[in-house]
Nanobody, 122 residues
Framework: QVQLVESGGGSVQAGGSLRLSCAAS????????MGWYRQAPGNERELVAI???????DYADNVKGRFTISRDNAKNTVHLQMNSLKPEDTAVYYC????????????????WGQGTQVTVSS
């Protein structure tokens, strides 16, 4: 059984910062891409940032220069440092990872965390 657990959400005023963390646990063989998505009320879930398993990162245009994604492969964790937050960043943030488990016959499965609320007030 593999699971992703997020932490670090909360409420902050515009211009403030938050750091989200996501830890993968369970019968993990290897982890490929790890990323963060978000979903605001009435909107579709959108990609915020992704850390490629083979190296490199990508960001949504509306967070470039403000958000930084990082990962610790030894601890199976991924973080999202969010600076200069804006009210439009308010959403539920979800961690996502492509994981091969020790019981999955070598197949990569995409797992999702439960989501953590980020609220930015003006």
């Amino acid at each position: 059984q593999v699971q992703l657990v997020e932490s670090g959400g909360g409420s902050v005023q515009a211009g403030g910062s938050l750091r989200l963390s996501c830890a993968a646990s369970g019968s993990i063989l290897s982890i490929g891409d790890m990323g963060w998505y978000r979903q605001a009320p009435g909107n579709e879930r959108e990609l915020v940032a992704i850390s490629r398993g083979r190296g490199g990162v990508d960001y949504a245009d509306n967070v470039k220069g403000r958000f930084t994604i990082s990962r610790d492969n030894a601890k199976n964790t991924v973080h999202l440092q969010m600076n200069s937050l804006k009210p439009e960043d308010t959403a539920v943030y979800y961690c996502n990872a492509a994981i091969k488990s020790t019981t999955g016959w070598g197949t990569s499965v995409v797992y999702w965390g439960q989501g953590t609320q980020v609220t930015v007030s003006s």
